[in-house]
């Protein structure tokens, strides 16, 4: 007879929806067919439609993952040895996945080395969107006020991006290698959105409300650990730092998909500050996604 599995049942969704601002130069990086004489030597990644910047789902994703794996200290495995070695973390045993708060949100991976197979996975918790940049950005006057003007009033020196020179000297001879490098400007904006569904407990499948409770903090601190470090490349040089901003988190329960007017979704959290959140998570978000107004999340 034939193996059977039963898949969790899906709850809802926590939905949280925020605006990525660009403090220093952002660039999520394009690969190029052919340089150019006089071109961009490094370009940032477009839309091909709209010719507009994005930040790709992964890009973000597999920083927040980034982060969240090196702020709990999980060991790392080798997954990819050529051309250069890339080292992640995934779990190996039932007992890992199930304490994990990476793999479950983010992915386990469904092989490592030699094509294993892990039967332990369940559904991946976390979607990240990509994210599409605004018609409008904020700019900073001198006395410090902030305004937005669309991208029509803003002289930039390609459509939506700056051009940076970087010249690499050498040492003894002083001899140059000059390069641009194309970079989303300070002051734009993003629309990001992710989602995170919650399934009801499950002894059998490993699913733990207090840990999923714990999964989605994590998500919110991963959010906030990105503020301090960077997104996308040459972040030691001063890129990538970004802010998040105009923040929403929203719970939507399964019956919300079947009929939203009669079970609207339910604000949980507004804000510019991530501290906020992660102060009184369980208060603003925990209790009222996993608590007792929602049983079958935690029975």
């Not at 997954?79 to 890339?86: C, D, F, I, S």
């Not at 991963?222 to 990538?240: F, Q």
């Amino acid at each position: 007879m034939p193996q059977q599995k039963t898949a969790p049942k899906l709850l809802g969704k926590v939905v949280i929806t925020a605006q990525i601002k660009v403090v220093t130069g952002l660039r999520v990086g394009a690969a190029t067919s052919a340089l150019d004489i006089g071109g961009i030597d490094q370009p940032v990644l477009r839309d091909p439609i709209t010719d507009k910047p994005y930040i790709p789902g992964s890009s973000l994703k597999g920083k927040l993952r980034s982060l969240l794996t090196k702020a709990y200290g999980y060991p790392l495995q080798q997954l990819v040895r050529q051309p250069v070695e890339v080292w992640l973390h995934w779990c190996e045993s039932d007992q890992e996945y199930r304490c994990c708060l990476v793999c479950p949100t983010f992915g386990q991976f469904p092989s490592g080395p030699g094509q294993t197979r892990f039967p332990f996975v369940t559904p991946t918790r976390l979607i990240v969107r990509d994210s599409w940049l605004r018609d409008e950005l904020e700019v900073a006057g001198e006395d410090g006020t902030v305004r937005r003007l669309k991208w029509s009033e803003v002289d930039t020196d390609l459509p939506y991006t700056e051009v940076k020179a970087e010249v690499a000297l050498d040492i003894i001879t002083a001899a140059s290698n000059p390069r641009q490098i194309e970079r989303v400007p300070p002051g734009a904006l993003f629309d990001a959105e992710l989602l995170f569904s919650v399934f009801t407990k499950d002894d059998v499948l490993g699913i733990d409300p207090n840990r999923e409770r714990e999964r989605l903090r994590a998500v919110l601190l991963a959010m906030r650990l990105l503020e301090d470090d960077y997104l996308g490349a040459s972040g030691t040089r001063g890129y990538g730092k970004i802010k998040f901003q105009n923040i929403t988190v929203k719970w939507r329960p399964i019956d919300f998909y079947r009929n939203p007017k009669q079970h609207p979704e339910e604000p949980l959290w507004q804000g510019d500050k991530l501290d906020d959140v992660l102060v009184a998570f369980d208060e603003l978000v925990g209790d009222k996604v996993w608590g007792s107004k929602h049983p079958q999340a935690s029975s």
